[in-house]
């Protein structure tokens, strides 16, 4: 019997080793994956399999019957695909999605693991990819709040660097970054910041002149899909809308039932379609401001702009001045920014070690576009969403991605990564990781 286990355990041995030869990442593969999944469910979730709430079920509902407009294109599939979709269609498709993304993500982290040449090195990144899939800020938002339409940018800015060093489907890009205006015009100041930094970080590090070219013209392609979406909805997605307040309330209800009725579920269309209406309308909806007290801005500039900049300066007056808001956000930012603090003066030491050290001037301005990315992504989300976490959460995870991107094309990257990582005490690193690791946020605040 003892002989037939050690032989049993000797025959596994040697199909792992073969495997790992054959597959060297599929170890730090197994690893990541099963961490972000237990992680998930057992801190994120505390403990309980991921929930659909009835507001994202919504979202899966509301198609281009309403106009065309942002945030539709979500329930326009869904509705091409199941009609009506019931609850437990939406949750179930959703589930796949999320398990698909973060296996995707765990994949290109292995390959990132196993392109490292020392122990010393992997060690380093190990680190910094479980800081990457951890925290209050980081993919358990996506978990916490399934469904959620953020989570689509972040499913096709992997679709983004999964075609970008492909011969033809690179020029996809401008068609993904509009699907992520589609999907909520305020991927502007997230994931399309991140596809474009990339981009033009890519033209950098580009050997042959036909390559630089060709990320070159995808690049300034992608920039130009983006305003030009971006500033046609903030224009003309007001007129583009086809019903009233009202009329999409009992439509959504009427598309939601039996699986729910509850009318709170629908404030996020009523606010995103409605803005200007919503912020006067009265206590039933949360919000209510006289039309007087709301600030105007009128500058000597073009109307569509000034309307955008009005747009930005509404949003922002509202989101201070709503007291429940006040009190949510003077607890949850200080809170947030004090989790991830110390991981962001690490990030940023290597990053303006890498901005002082670079001689190509392009490559200068990838790395300073780097620097400024992470509190204009924060600041975006304080001025112009009331879902502060969220923003955080994009800023956080862009910061992270863009470094690690870097470091798989560039060997003085990882140095500096590994460096920074081996200065530290490891206890201290510890003990800031297992606390990081369990520290937990509402995504909707």
């Known amino acids: 019997m003892a002989q037939a286990v050690i032989k049993k355990a000797n025959r596994i041995a040697s199909a792992l080793a073969k495997a790992d030869k054959k597959l060297p990442w599929l170890k730090y593969f197994v690893f990541l994956y099963a961490y972000l999944l237990v992680y998930s469910i057992s801190i994120v979730c505390h403990g309980h399999m991921w929930k659909l709430d009835e507001a994202c079920y919504t979202y899966h509902l509301a198609d281009f019957d309403f106009g065309f407009c942002t945030r539709l294109l979500l329930g326009a599939v869904f509705r091409l695909i199941f009609g009506n979709p019931s609850f437990n269609e939406v949750y179930v498709t959703e589930s796949v999605l999320i398990v698909t993304a973060y296996a995707v993500i765990c994949g290109l982290l292995s390959r990132l693991l196993v392109s490292l040449g020392d ?33 689509h940018w972040l499913y096709l800015s992997l679709v983004f660097l999964l075609v970008l060093e492909t011969k033809y489907l690179k020029y996809i890009t401008p068609a993904l970054v509009f699907l992520m205006i589609m999907i909520h015009y305020a991927s502007m100041v997230t994931y399309i910041i991140f596809c474009c930094m990339v981009l033009l970080y890519r033209i950098t590090i580009e050997q042959s ?81 006289p039309y007087e007290a709301v600030p105007t801005v009128n500058l000597p500039l073009p109307e569509p702009v000034n309307k955008i ?98 470091a798989y094309r560039e060997e003085n990257v990882r140095l500096a990564i590994k460096e920074a990582f081996y200065r530290l005490d490891k206890r201290m690193v510890c003990a800031y990781l297992f606390v990081f690791m369990l520290a937990t946020a509402d995504t909707y605040v």
């Open 309 to 406: 900049i009005n747009m930005i300066v509404s949003q922002a007056f509202v989101n201070f001045n709503v007291e429940k808001e006040k009190i949510l956000k003077a607890f949850y930012i200080p809170y947030l920014l004090l989790c991830s603090l110390p991981l962001i003066a690490v990030v940023y030491r290597i990053r303006i070690k890498l901005f002082r050290a670079e001689k190509n001037r392009l490559k200068k301005f990838c790395h300073f576009l780097a620097l400024v990315q992470y509190p204009f992504c924060a600041v975006s989300g304080l001025l112009f969403s009331n879902d502060v976490t969220r923003f955080l959460i994009h800023a956080y995870v862009i910061l992270l991605a863009y470094l690690l991107y870097n």
């Open 209 to 289: 002149k036909a390559g630089k070219r060709q990320y070159a013209a995808i690049f300034a392609l992608t920039v130009f899909v983006a305003i030009v979406s971006f500033v046609y909805f903030q224009i003309f997605e007001e007129t583009n809308v086809r019903v009233t307040m009202e009329e999409m309330d009992r439509e959504l209800i009427a598309r939601a039932y039996p699986h729910t009725k509850d009318a709170a579920s629908l404030r996020f269309y009523n606010f995103a379609f409605f803005r200007d209406e919503m912020m006067h309308h009265g206590s039933e909806y949360g919000v209510y401001l």
């Open 119 to 151: 122990s010393k090195t992997r060690f380093a990144f190990l680190t910094l990819c479980i800081f990457f899939l951890s925290g209050p800020t980081s993919f358990g938002g996506f978990v916490n709040q399934l469904g959620m339409l953020d989570a």
